[in-house]
């Protein structure tokens, strides 16, 4: 076997340059940089199309980029695919593993693919699936399976870890595992790569974050800095039924930096909530509008998104 | 190497995979074990070899019924003449026989039916042997039942290619196609797996299957209906290994790009269909015209079972059975090597 061929700092666990990627006339990936940092967990955010899938699986060497330059753990996929593959641990978003087969049956086939790693008993415990080690894959549930897929991306012991979407689907009991594991491998120093489209789940799982849209990179950074940037910190959304409200008596209060309407509901991005609110109150007090809903929250990863597109992750 | 590290080799795990998809498959189980079992048994009771049939045939006058009865093998009934016409009409008699105005016999049959014919052959005979004729030279009959000239021997063989042809084809097709539609062909691929580890398991298994496969319904034939085995025991088993790898990458290009189950099915039965009615399963290939023979030779099918038939009837050797063989291999050659130029494992 070649010696790995060091190509980038030895702290960058993935490096990527310029990256493109084009399926017929859709651009999926359109010059995309990023660099991940060993022992981090590093999120791409975006909406369903962003070309987060096509970019994680050019990572991964299951899609060739028509250009850019692509290095993981030092190594390149032209020249060292057979080490590269025994170095990552990969899930990918949608795979039926074989039905009839039962969880420890699955993770000794997957683990006889590697070198090295832990055992497939080990793996089963990592993901709490004690109870279902001899369950056919077929009759576990969604959570379970999402995890038995955790398990199957772990049996190599890998330095980098690849997960594409791994909560979609799931329900919020299911997710809530399913994160916990994840928080465990960052605690144990593993680096990982994940995609999401739930902004709650990269504030929550990322150190840092790279927002993707359109096949771009549109903001990079942990979670505090990307909020930090849009200047916003909180949000405040009100409804005052049928009644039409001034808005521009709204916008003209201090500390008020955005205001939009959205589905009946009024949207402020203001600076400083106890200032804010009160003002708001005597303002609407002052029009004689009725207020039938207020609601603040601190500004999310959702925010940035979309102060940086007007669109929202969900918007299908 | 020691047990462990013999049970955790990808191969080995790989083929336990294909081992317990299969075992675990019911219907598998039936398809490829019950199924030809009970194909062979309703075919060799259908077409049994019965005592020589007797004839039914229907005279309009007492007289010449009572002349036909003489031949053992017609069945005479006495009818009216209109009932006798609608019963040849209706197919319920082979002949009628008639008195003419004259003193002569008239037969009324279907000149294109074998039975036709033989019953006014029979029956002739016999008004003529009850007239007074005289044969000038006896015949003594010898009776010759042999096996290895009946249908039942016919038959077998033509099951066993049928089965090695659909196993090959069905098993790593269908399996690749489920595979790749379930994205569980790309998560392997994804492993550090050699990729043709994947490809071989299906052959170590289909190795494993063979002797089942063709031990079924050999041995039921053998078993039960006393078929011969009279070639050389590993040739036999030589041209099923040759066969099972030539389907099996038939098999293999068939699902190298196909994305859904019914795609695959209907690429399956569009090569399968065609060579169960031409390749000589049921009946031989020989009926079909001199035209398209060169091309019934060429088809794998037809090249198995004609081995087989070589092999298990008439004690044919290696040299013998050696352009079937020849034909067999040229289909494993383009097959597996357009499936390696065609294959996605996505």
């Known amino acids: ?316 | 190497m020691s047990k462990r590290n013999f049970m955790d080799h990808a191969l080995v795990q790989l083929t336990l995979m294909r081992m317990r998809e299969f075992i675990r498959e019911p219907e598998a189980l039936f398809w490829s074990m019950i199924f030809p079992i009970a194909l062979a048994a309703g075919l060799g009771i259908a077409f049994r070899n019965r005592p020589p049939e007797v004839l039914k045939i229907a005279a309009v006058t007492p007289r010449l019924a009572e002349a036909l009865r003489q031949e053992k093998l017609l069945d005479v009934t006495q009818l009216p003449p209109e009932l006798a016409q609608q019963f040849i009409r209706t197919g319920k008699v082979a002949l009628v026989a008639e008195p003419a105005a004259d003193g002569s016999v008239i037969y009324r049959y279907d000149d294109t039916n074998p039975e036709g014919r033989q019953a006014r052959m029979l029956a002739d005979q016999a008004i003529q042997r009850a007239s007074g004729r005289q044969d000038p030279i006896a015949g003594n009959d010898q009776i010759m039942r042999e096996p290895g000239s009946r249908y039942i021997d016919f038959l077998i063989p033509g099951l066993i290619g049928m089965g090695i042809m659909g196993n090959s084809i069905w098993g790593p097709g269908f399996s690749i196609v489920d595979a790749r539609r379930k994205k569980l062909l790309k998560r392997i691929v994804a492993t550090p797996m050699p990729k043709h580890y994947y490809l071989l398991s299906f052959l170590v298994w289909r190795m494993i299957l063979l002797p089942v496969d063709v031990g079924v319904p050999l041995g039921f034939g053998v078993l039960v209906f006393g078929i011969p085995l009279r070639g050389s025991f590993i040739a036999l088993v030589a041209t099923c290994v040759l066969a099972t790898l030539a389907f099996s990458a038939g098999g293999l290009l068939i699902a190298s790009r196909v994305r859904t189950i019914e795609a695959a099915s209907g690429l399956m039965n569009l090569s399968m269909v065609p060579m169960w009615i031409l390749s000589g399963v049921f009946f031989s290939s020989q009926r079909f015209p001199d035209l398209v023979q060169p091309v019934i030779k060429a088809l794998p099918l037809t090249a198995l079972i004609d081995a087989l038939r070589a092999n298990m009837l008439q004690g044919s050797g290696f040299a013998q059975i050696a352009p079937q063989a020849a034909v067999l291999g040229a289909w494993l050659v383009v097959c597996f090597g357009l499936a390696l130029r065609l294959f996605r494992w996505r």
């Not at chain 1, 080990?122 to 009759?139: F, M, N, P, T, W």
């Not at chain 1, 909530?273 to 500004?299: F, M, Y």
Request: glycine content about 8%; overall charge negative.
């Open chain 1, 1 to 316: 076997m070649p010696g790995p061929t060091p190509v980038s700092s030895p702290q960058a666990a993935l490096r990527v340059r310029n990256l493109r990627k084009t399926y017929k006339d859709v651009v999926a990936v359109d010059g995309l940089d990023l660099e991940i940092r060993s022992g981090e967990c590093f999120g791409l955010l975006g909406p369903n199309g962003a070309g987060k899938t096509t970019t994680i699986e050019i990572c991964e060497g299951l899609t060739e980029a028509d250009s850019g330059e692509v290095d993981v753990l030092g190594l390149r996929w032209s020249s060292d695919a057979p080490t590269l593959r025994q170095k990552l641990g990969i899930q990918l978003q949608e795979t039926q593993l074989a039905e009839k087969l039962t969880v420890s049956e699955t993770l000794r086939l997957f683990r006889s693919f590697f070198h090295q790693g832990p055992g497939a008993e080990e793996a089963i415990r990592v993901v709490q699936l004690e109870e279902k080690r001899d369950a056919r894959v077929g009759s576990l549930s969604g959570g379970q399976k999402q995890r038995l897929a955790l398990a199957c991306a772990l049996v190599g012991d890998p330095d980098l870890l690849f997960l594409d979407e791994p909560t979609t689907g799931l329900d919020p009991q299911a997710r809530r595992q399913l994160w916990d594991l994840i928080e465990e491998f960052k605690a144990a120093g593993r680096t990982i790569l994940l995609t999401t489209h739930y902004m709650d789940e990269a504030e929550k799982l990322c150190d840092r974050v790279a927002i993707m849209d359109h096949g771009k990179t549109i903001a990079q950074g942990t979670p505090r800095e990307l909020i930090a940037s849009i200047g916003v910190e909180h949000v405040v959304e009100f409804s005052a039924g049928n009644t039409a409200v001034d808005l521009s008596g709204i916008r003209a209060m201090a500390g008020v930096r955005d205001v939009r309407t959205e589905n009946g509901n009024v949207l402020l991005q203001v600076t400083e909530l106890h200032k804010a609110v009160p003002g708001l109150l005597d303002e609407l007090t002052r029009q004689a509008v009725p207020l039938t809903e207020l609601r603040t929250h601190s500004a999310t990863l959702e925010d940035v998104f979309v102060h940086l597109t007007g669109r929202h992750l969900r918007d299908e």
